[in-house]
């Protein structure tokens, strides 16, 4: 039966190619969605295991986070750069799921994300969500959530629009703009849990501790964060 399956596969094959979604390179059988090369080539950061590293640093003297983690530098021109892209822009969930899981075997890898309760993904605004038809950030914690045995809290931090007369306020304001479009729904829920925070990409860390500091609201709770990818060195 075995000569079946073969010809299945390749037939299979033939109709959806198996091809490598970091370089196009046809995947060998043993392969999932990207080769052994760009596998071996993604570059892994090992922030999560180090204390002061350049995520923390970030956040330092804005909002109390316990641990934080990038999982990949971001480059321009880059594999991670497409592999964001393709997740971001061109509906491929799969890829999200699949760096989400490499994500989570670091940060298991780690002691330092060891205790955590709950997986939160950075919501987007409803409208760019239904455009999207996914938050990528919470397809990422889906692969997280696999590998770390952790469930993934979507519902509980909304994100929302301000009105008209809201956004014509002062420059000066428009972080509390920011700050304020972030809504913790359940704050029962999250007290005295430990709560990560995870979304693809990190810049300033505006909008992440806009977030955070809406989930600080719950008593007692501790708040790590957990981005797919930085450009910070
Ligand atoms: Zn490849």
Known sequence: MRW?????????????????????????????????????????TNFARHINNPIEKIFWGRIPVAAAHSEFYFAKESLIQ????????????EIA?????????SLLESSRFNKIDYLVP??????????????????????????MNVPVLSDKVIRQRFTE????????????????????KDKQKLQGTNVL???????????????????????????SVAILATATK
């Open 4 to 44: 079946l399956k073969t010809a299945f596969s390749d037939t299979l094959h033939l109709f959806y190619p198996h091809v490598c979604t970091g370089c196009g390179s046809d995947l060998l059988q043993e392969d999932h969605l990207l080769c052994l090369r760009c596998l071996t080539n993604l570059p892994h």
């Open 82 to 93: 497409h592999l964001i892209h393709q997740l971001k822009y061109k509906g491929n969930q």
């Open 97 to 105: 799921v699949y760096l989400g899981e490499l994500m989570g075997r």
């Open 122 to 147: 950075l919501p987007l605004y409803p409208d760019k969500e239904r455009k999207r038809g996914y938050n990528q950030a919470a397809v990422i914690c889906q692969g997280m959530s696999a590998i």
């Open 165 to 184: 007369t809201q956004t014509k306020k002062h420059r000066s304001e428009r972080w509390e703009n920011v700050a304020g479009s972030f809504i913790l």
């Open 197 to 223: 925070l995870v979304d693809d990409v990190i810049t300033t860390g505006a909008t992440l501790e806009a977030c955070g500091h809406s989930i600080i609201e719950a008593v007692d709770v501790k708040l």
